[in-house]
């Protein structure tokens, strides 16, 4: 099973600046004293050489951070709109104490409340009173399995989820 802790791209990376690192380091002083034969001009050079490393890593690292972010951004714009644009009422709640968390713009049609109502609300104060303790039950049963999910894999058989540790939201890593 792989290591969720450690992204594969992340470690890419990793090694890639770890290998031109010490190429550079290794490579750049025998070039350096074979041009620079003065003792504190080769003192100079080394401190410049060092500096443009460090300013050439900045921007490389920079850049790698700005294109995941933007990516990242990217992905949530996308699956936003993808629940927004929904045409089915969709929301999300907390499981411990039914309080809506976010509600796409079909919810607010059908139910007739305004997002900020729905904000306010838990999912029983749109149940009828007969229903509350069916609701109350599926709570309890989600509270429940909040510790993990059987599931099975097509290649892998059984398999326990356990709940991400991302609160309060109710989100499960697969």
């Known amino acids: ?3 969720r802790l450690i992204s594969q791209p992340a470690l890419q990376v990793a090694t890639i600046y770890l290998v031109v690192s010490l190429l550079w380091i290794l490579f750049s002083d025998r070039l350096l004293e074979q ?3 003065d003792a504190d001009a080769f003192a100079q050079l080394q401190t410049v ?3 443009s490393f460090v300013l050439f890593t900045a921007l490389v690292i920079f850049g790698l951070v700005n294109h995941a972010l933007t990516r990242q951004a990217s992905l949530q714009a996308r699956y936003r709109h993808l629940f927004e644009a929904n045409p089915h009422p969709m929301w999300i709640f907390e499981v411990g104490n039914l309080r809506f968390l976010e509600v796409n713009d079909a919810a ?3 139910y007739g409340y305004s ?3 729905f904000l306010r609300m838990t999912l ?3 149940r009828p009173e007969e229903e509350i303790p069916r609701l109350e039950a599926l709570q309890a049963s989600l509270t429940d399995q909040a510790s993990g999910l059987r599931l099975y894999r097509a290649s892998a058989g059984e398999h326990w989820t356990h709940r991400k540790k991302m609160a309060p939201a109710f989100r499960w890593r697969l």
């Open 1 to 3: 099973m792989r290591n």
């Open 108 to 110: 607010v049609q059908k």
């Open 49 to 51: 050489k060092g500096m």
């Open 124 to 126: 029983r104060d749109i």
């Open 115 to 117: 997002r900020a109502e």
């Open 35 to 37: 041009v620079v034969t």
